[in-house]
């Protein structure tokens, strides 16, 4: 009983909490930026019960969360990744393409962009899967 409390609580310490990483964009975005899409993909090595050790990348190279957005101008989009840095759950932020549009009727034109970043590794490495008793027979 004592082991199945100690993993229900590893398990809770690693999960990634996903509201508070969109609630944290939600307040760094700045207003001259909108995102149109948002990926995002917890890495095997930060789930419980995988034999990866934390701090390794996911076996794709992909990234762990993409944002694609509109902005009015690059610098804008500069302001968001800086901003992006302070969120203590990224890491690893890089602008992967950042394009300016054509200029409307009005002459304004905008700036589509994409970036992307890694979650950081848990302080504490998840729980491993250990096999059920009898070898599950």
Not at 50 to 69: N, P, Y
């Amino acid at each position: 009983r004592v082991a199945m409390s100690q993993t229900a609580t590893q398990i809770y310490d690693s999960r990634v909490s996903w509201s508070s990483v969109l609630d944290q964009i939600s307040l760094l975005i700045p207003e001259t930026c909108q995102l149109t899409q948002l990926a995002a993909s917890v890495p095997a090595s930060m789930q419980a019960g995988s034999s990866l050790t934390g701090g390794q990348s996911t076996a794709s190279g992909t990234a762990d969360v993409t944002l694609t957005g509109i902005a009015v101008a690059q610098r804008d989009v500069a302001e968001f990744m800086t901003r992006l840095g302070l969120m203590p759950q990224l890491t690893n932020i890089q602008l992967v393409n950042s394009q300016a549009g054509a200029a409307t009727d009005t002459g304004e034109t905008s700036v589509t962009y994409t970036i992307t970043a890694s979650l950081r590794p848990f302080q504490t490495a998840p729980p491993l899967a250990v096999p059920a008793a009898g070898g599950g027979q």
